[in-house]
């Protein structure tokens, strides 16, 4: 098993409707999860952090985390075509070693 | 603003010839790492400072080494690189306070000839 999965995509969506990305980790000892966006070419981007469970909004993005289940999820609502992007899920294996294990990422496209 | 920089933005090396990747920070952050990105692959992980702690992944060609002068500045060498080392290199960094959030820097797109 990997340490951390995602559907890796491509995900297609249409604009206006809400975006839900997945992941699942391994380490049931893992504290903190980070959503990151990357555009084709660029390098990754924070947009979410999560360390407790349940849901945390910011703006148009949900993160949400249920640790008994090892999952943590991203909604973005109201989608727009400069979500298109691949979504990399972060978590924190191993607490205290300052290391996050990265999944290989989910491509988002929205639709106009 | 406070943030990371990488030098140069695209590389292009020949097979064989050394060549060296620069980081700088201005967040102040203890930890600064270096990935290995290719394409629709995770980042991995190539090795981390804490302050002027070094740590090594298991799986790091030896023929990749990294270097911390002082907390701005840190720098990955390649010290004869292949064709399979053409990557995206990103540095980035985190504040090694417990809070694990990492930012990075624009990446340097490695080419090798």
């Known amino acids: 098993q990997k340490e951390v999965e995602q559907n890796s995509g491509p995900l297609s969506v249409p604009e206006g409707a809400i975006a839900s990305l997945n992941c699942t980790y391994s380490d049931r000892g893992s504290q903190s999860f980070f959503w990151y966006r990357q555009y084709s070419g660029k390098s990754p981007e924070l947009i979410m952090s999560?360390?407790?469970?349940g849901d945390k909004e910011d703006g148009r993005f949900t993160a949400q985390l249920n640790k008994a289940s090892q999952y943590v999820s991203l909604l973005i609502r109201d989608s727009q075509p400069s979500d298109s992007a691949t979504y990399l899920c972060a978590v924190e294996i191993n607490f205290g070693n300052e290391k996050l294990t990265f999944g290989t990422g989910t491509r988002l496209t929205i639709i106009p | 603003d406070a943030m990371v920089i990488q030098n140069p933005r695209y590389q292009v090396t020949q097979f064989g010839k050394p060549v060296t990747l620069s980081c700088s920070q201005t967040?102040?952050?203890?930890?600064m790492y270096w990935y290995q990105q290719k394409s629709s692959q995770a980042p991995k992980l190539l090795f981390h400072y804490y302050d002027k702690d070094f740590n090594n992944e298991a799986d790091t060609p030896d023929n990749f080494q990294s270097r911390r002068p002082n907390t701005s500045f840190c720098f990955l060498d390649i010290r004869s690189p292949g064709l399979g080392d053409a990557a995206m290199y990103l540095c980035?960094?985190?504040?090694?306070?417990?809070?694990?959030?990492?930012?990075f820097g624009p990446g340097t797109r490695l080419t090798v000839t």
């Open positions: 967040l102040n952050h203890n930890v």
């Open positions: 980035a960094t985190s504040s090694g306070t417990g809070v694990y959030e990492q930012y």
């Open positions: 999560i360390y407790s469970n």
